[in-house]
């Protein structure tokens, strides 16, 4: 059944607000499944997304773009487009001699780290297609694209490399004026930072009389395909200068135009309406966002530029896009000695916002859940002709998870036992916590057997290992794998002075208001920034509970620099452990300033006084005044204690002493059909633990999706460059993104080990699904093409390059060439520190 938008107002209008949420009452609101509040208007079309946004006279722009890869300008025509009707205007970046500001890093991970410029339009050099060369501007949208076609542009073409281990080599240079493609050499070694041993030392013993299983994977580039494109509106005409866009970082990309424009930051206001998704990518500052700004101030008229999907696909960052090499040592008994981790990382044609600092992540995540005695981790980042790659879902945390649980694996099969047997042998227990990594990071807290344990029974663990081995024994000719990935992940992106030591541009913290209306109503004022993850109902909920008010009457307002005028958005899963927490502790103050007021009110002394249920009644009385009577009572002021102020509200900034560490047990069964190649996934059961749920209908939506994004990336997805640098992956036809119809149902449960980063006890959930999915699924068609010789599969694994897996069977250096992945150079990422410098190893 297909329902029009008219017909879904229709019945929204038909249907009260109460037929969407649960009426409050019925207990704690913190646990409760409720429907998201956001929903009402977003799936009615009742929002305004950014393209949606009308201004009077608001002109619209289209970029023209450069098809080629790495080009000189030579001339640019602009006068097929000027005269056209409805044209008000083109302009190339010779009309902006100042410039129009800048897509800044701000993730330096090495004061040597070569960053090359990158401005939002190019006037001499494109160093990748996409890159902005004019823009038109028009009455229409439709016709600014029409003329966008009409202008002329003359380049010579430059020789271009795309592929990062072909960068390495700095035959050809992505930015010849940089003498190198070798953007930054980062390392963590166990032995220097004093939290290990020498894993070279651990390799070569095991060489000796261990286990040493060496192998290199690919992360293949990804797309952040968000349902609403990009999009930004510029109104020139006010005493600020207003932009809304399609952004998860209003408040970043505020500080970073003022900064780069030279723009006061009082006369910038930025509204972040409802996001349609980012998923990492609309983490950005991009070109598009600065030129609209420019043109709507040289104009002084509003302007709007929406991308097409095509855009989006080929100039919104990319993501992942690492080779990696690990090698891991251990005992002939399975206890693992040492893990070396080689990296290097495509950035494409610039340092992003935090695009070198993404594959460094790795660092703190390649030893996972694991004990290892000895670890290295090597990251060269290196420039290519390419779009830039920058934070997608997980971010530097799929990319780790993937390469250790596929070695575990790998480990496993060598000594022949059981996969989740090799790994409970190796990782931490549930009673050493709180564990300190040998990368140096303190894990607070977590039960790995616990999960485990439940994903097992729910998924039938043993059963399905006997139906493998039945059709093994009988040469089925649809094989049965079972994948495992048992995961942890550091997000809740915080502590500011750990950031700071890793030279991350911006802190950690997070802010949040409080503002008791009169009337008895709640305004939440969060520097979050959700474009999906459903903030304003589980805000709510937690306000309901701790300042014992009906979820109905909580408002949360976010996203608008002039309402929300201090925080630092949504990314890196940290929205809850940072964000909420500092809305508990606004709360907190709240309650505590209601004190003074309360005892005043009711003639007792504070000490007398408990809060209960949005209450302060006298201990043994039944003497009270509710939380919204002292709200009315501070508005009034007619009578109040004179060591107060009036009013109540409160503000709360928290900045958590440590990351949060989500983990799970992943388990995958994938049936493969050694014929064709082609695979089915059969069952998926997932048990997570992030402490504490807000709302567990939230966290079931966040893990789905999250699961589906990842096992994209193990079947589907992948972002293909031609040999000329263009973008065949550059619609939904060739980008195989999945719909819900290509996924089965998942089992989802949870178990709790609370976090002590945050009064809540929750650690963060939206990515947990993604980084966690991938492994488990290639490690499900690996296991069942183990017995025909096959220990990789490179992703995505297409039923084709399944096909050609089993064709080249047994024949085991061909196995990888016939899947066209060039070999990791040996030492690779172990660059000339001298050109690079080095990372400070914390
Ligand atoms: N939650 C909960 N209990 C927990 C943990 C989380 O109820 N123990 C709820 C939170 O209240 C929140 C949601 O789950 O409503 C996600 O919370 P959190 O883990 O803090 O993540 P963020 O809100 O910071 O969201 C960022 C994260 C990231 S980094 C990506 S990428 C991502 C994701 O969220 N992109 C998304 N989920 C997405 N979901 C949608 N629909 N669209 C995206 O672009």
Request: proline share 5%; hydrophobic share 40%; glycine share 10%.
């Amino acid at each position: 059944m297909t329902v029009s938008p008219d017909a879904l107002v229709e019945i929204a209008e038909e249907s009260p607000q109460a037929d969407l949420t649960e009426p409050s009452g019925a207990g704690p609101e913190i646990g409760n499944r409720r429907l998201r509040k956001e929903d009402q208007r977003l799936i009615t079309g009742r929002t305004k997304w950014t393209d949606n946004i009308v201004l009077p006279g608001m002109l619209h722009l289209a970029m023209v773009r450069s098809p080629f890869a790495h080009a000189k300008i030579t001339s640019i025509d602009t006068s097929g487009a000027q005269g056209l009707p409805n044209v008000v205007a083109v302009f190339t970046a010779a009309d902006f001699p100042d410039g129009m500001g800048a897509c800044a890093n701000a993730w330096p991970i090495t004061p040597e780290q070569v960053t090359p410029d990158h401005l939002p339009m190019i006037g001499e050099r494109v160093a990748c297609a996409g890159e902005i060369v004019a823009v038109v501007v028009a009455r229409s949208a439709k016709e600014a694209r029409d003329a966008a076609e009409q202008v002329d542009v003359d380049y010579e073409e430059l020789p271009a490399v795309f592929d990062a281990m072909e960068a390495m080599k700095d035959e050809i240079l992505a930015h010849p004026d940089k003498g190198t493609n070798k953007s930054a050499f980062w390392k963590l070694d166990s032995k220097e930072a004093g939290t290990g041993g020498d894993v070279d030392e651990a390799i070569a013993k095991a060489r000796q009389d261990g286990v040493v299983i060496e192998r290199e994977f690919r992360q293949q580039r990804l797309i952040p395909a968000f349902m609403e494109p990009r999009s930004t509106v510029v109104d020139p005409t006010g005493e600020q200068v207003t932009m809304w866009s399609a952004t998860q970082i209003p408040h970043i990309l505020r500080f970073l135009i003022a900064a780069t424009t030279g723009m006061p930051e009082s006369k910038v206001r930025v509204i972040a309406p409802d996001v349609g998704g980012g998923f990492g990518g609309k983490l950005q500052t991009t070109p598009e966002e600065f030129i609209t700004l420019a043109v709507a101030r040289r104009l002084g008229k509003p302007c709007k530029y929406t991308e097409t999907r095509s855009e989006s696909l080929i100039s919104g960052h990319h993501g992942r896009d690492q080779y990696q090499k690990l090698t891991l040592a251990a005992e002939k008994d399975g206890t693992v000695t040492g893990l070396k981790v080689d990296l290097v990382a495509n950035l494409g044609a610039y340092v992003a916002i935090v695009g070198g600092g993404v594959p460094v992540l790795g660092a703190w995540m390649f030893n996972s859940i694991y004990k290892f005695p000895a670890y290295q981790f090597n990251c060269q980042t290196v420039l290519t002709n390419t779009t830039w790659v920058d934070a997608y879902r997980g971010a530097g945390r799929p990319e780790a998870t993937f390469g250790i649980e596929r070695i575990m694996d790998e480990l496993a099969a060598e000594l022949g036992r059981d996969p989740l047997e090799v790994r409970e042998q190796n990782w931490i227990k549930h009673e050493e916590f709180p564990f300190t990594s040998v990368a140096g990071m303190t894990y607070d807290s977590g039960n790995y057997e616990a999960a485990t344990a439940r994903a097992k029974e729910l998924f039938g663990y043993d059963a399905l290992r006997a139906e493998q081995a039945e059709r093994r024994e009988r040469k089925d000719p649809v094989q049965l794998g079972i994948g495992v990935s048992t995961f942890t992940e550091m997000c809740g992106l915080a502590p500011s002075r750990v950031l700071g030591s890793l030279a991350y541009g911006a802190g950690g913290w997070e802010h949040a208001s409080i503002r008791m209306l009169p009337t008895g109503k709640v305004e939440v004022i969060t520097g979050t920034s959700p474009h999906g993850q459903g903030h304003e109902t589980a805000w709510s909920q937690i306000v309901a509970d701790r300042l014992g008010v009906p979820f109905e009457d909580v408002e949360v307002l976010h996203g608008d620099t002039a309402v929300a005028y201090k925080g630092l958005d949504t990314y890196g899963s940290r929205s809850l452990v940072v964000g909420a927490e500092a809305v508990v502790r606004a709360a907190d103050k709240v309650i505590e300033k209601a004190k003074g007021f309360a005892a005043h009110m009711l003639e007792a002394s504070e000490d007398d006084l408990e809060f209960v249920g949005g209450r302060y009644g006298v201990k043994g009385t039944d003497k009270g005044v509710g939380l919204t009577d002292i709200a009315l009572a501070t508005f009034a002021s007619h009578d109040y204690p004179e060591h107060l102020e009036p009013g109540i509200d409160a503000d709360a900034t928290f900045d958590p002493d440590n990351f949060s560490f989500p983990h799970g047990t992943h388990l995958c069964a994938m049936e493969v059909d050694t014929e064709t190649g082609q695979s089915r996934m059969r069952s998926y059961v997932c048990v997570d633990d992030i402490g504490h749920i807000i709302n567990p209908l939230i966290v079931e939506g966040q893990i789905h999706g999250g699961l589906v994004q990842g096992i994209a990336q193990a079947l589907w997805e992948e972002a293909i460059f031609d040999e000329n640098g263009t973008l065949v992956t550059g619609s939904f036809v060739d980008y195989t993104l999945p719909t819900a119809a290509d996924t089965i149902s998942f089992v989802t449960e949870n178990t709790v080990s609370p976090s002590t980063t945050n009064t809540l006890g929750a650690k963060g959930v939206g990515e947990a699904g993604t980084i966690a999915s991938t492994p488990a699924v290639v490690n499900a068609i690996v296991d069942a093409l183990r017995p025909m010789g096959i220990d990789d599969v490179v992703m995505p694994c297409t039923p084709q390059r399944v096909w050609k897996a089993i064709q080249t069977a047994g024949d085991h250096s061909g196995d990888v060439a016939a899947q066209a992945q060039p070999h990791f150079d040996e030492g690779a990422a172990n660059a000339d520190p001298g050109v690079t410098g080095e990372g400070n190893g914390q």
